[in-house]
């Protein structure tokens, strides 16, 4: 294996270079000539820039370079939740730490989903989680299906991101090292083709669930916020991490607003056969 011809990052007199960012003085290799992933995937190396430590994880804040301290106003409320916790508290609709999926069901028809699709999800979600949020209390199986939010952090799954750690925790470097790699053109935004190539580029050997729990996840973030452009922005794909997003929308909706973003069947047509996956 060759190194490609053009790596997007190259140690420059001691100073790591990466195109359209600021320049950092390295000790140490972020790129390896055998490993082509490496060039093609570079990480957000400059994160450190604007958050406060980055690579240790955010109990109950979901932080990024445009906003290092969270959202405070959102978050408060929730101070002794995860932010995993946060991001399923949207569908606890009596706050008694479980989810039945009727909650599942009534909460995305609340976003604006279809009868078909939401009932769908709320079988794909239940049948696959159910009983690995109910070991956190119990080996038996519960017989209504139910989400327990408790024991959510035991429904982190393979093929991810790995912004979840595997206590529920918020990672803010591996936010946005998902957006360094992944976001083609540094648009600050994702495009179908940059979310499929980032779903096939997490894919882990052997992990099945997690591919499609990865397709189904991403797929329907993109339904429900993809701009008129197809693409879905960095600061709504955070607040899908605390789940504050849903509430949003929830309440624009109830409002008698229009939720301005979201793609329907038409769209899909004319996206999914615009888009290339590289």
């Known amino acids: 294996m060759t190194a490609p011809e053009t790596p997007p990052a190259a140690p420059v007199n001691g100073w790591h270079q990466r195109p359209n960012g600021p320049d950092f003085h390295l000790r140490f290799a972020t790129t390896a000539p055998g490993c082509e992933a490496t060039f093609n995937r570079p990480q957000a190396i400059a994160a450190e820039s604007c958050i406060s430590r980055p690579a240790i994880a955010r109990a109950n804040l979901a932080v990024s370079t445009e906003y290092p301290d969270g959202n405070g106003s959102y978050a408060a409320p929730y101070e002794d939740y995860t932010v995993l916790q946060q991001h399923v508290l949207f569908w606890d609709r009596d706050r008694d730490g479980e989810i039945f999926p009727t909650d599942t069901y009534h909460g995305f028809r609340e976003l604006g989903f279809s009868l078909f699709f939401s009932a769908l999800s709320a079988f794909i979600i239940h049948f696959g989680f159910s009983y690995v949020t109910r070991l956190q209390y119990s080996y038996i199986p519960d017989p209504w299906f139910r989400i327990y939010v408790g024991g959510i952090h035991k429904a982190k799954h393979g093929s991810d991101s790995n912004t979840y750690d595997i206590e529920g925790r918020f990672v803010p470097q591996a936010f946005e090292d998902m957006f360094s790699k992944w976001d083609d053109g540094n648009k600050g935004r994702l495009s179908l083709s940059d979310l499929c190539r980032m779903v096939q580029g997490n894919r882990l050997a052997g992990d099945p669930f997690g591919w499609f729990a990865a397709i189904f996840e991403w797929g329907t973030t993109w339904l429900l916020l993809a701009g008129a452009d197809g693409m879905i922005s960095k600061e709504d794909v955070r607040r899908v991490y605390d789940g504050s997003i849903f509430w ?28 290339t996956t590289k």
Request: charged share 30%.
């Open 248 to 275: 949003y929308i929830r309440s624009t909706r109830r409002q008698g607003g229009r939720w301005e973003r979201g793609v329907g069947p038409r769209d899909i047509v004319r996206f999914v056969g615009g888009h």
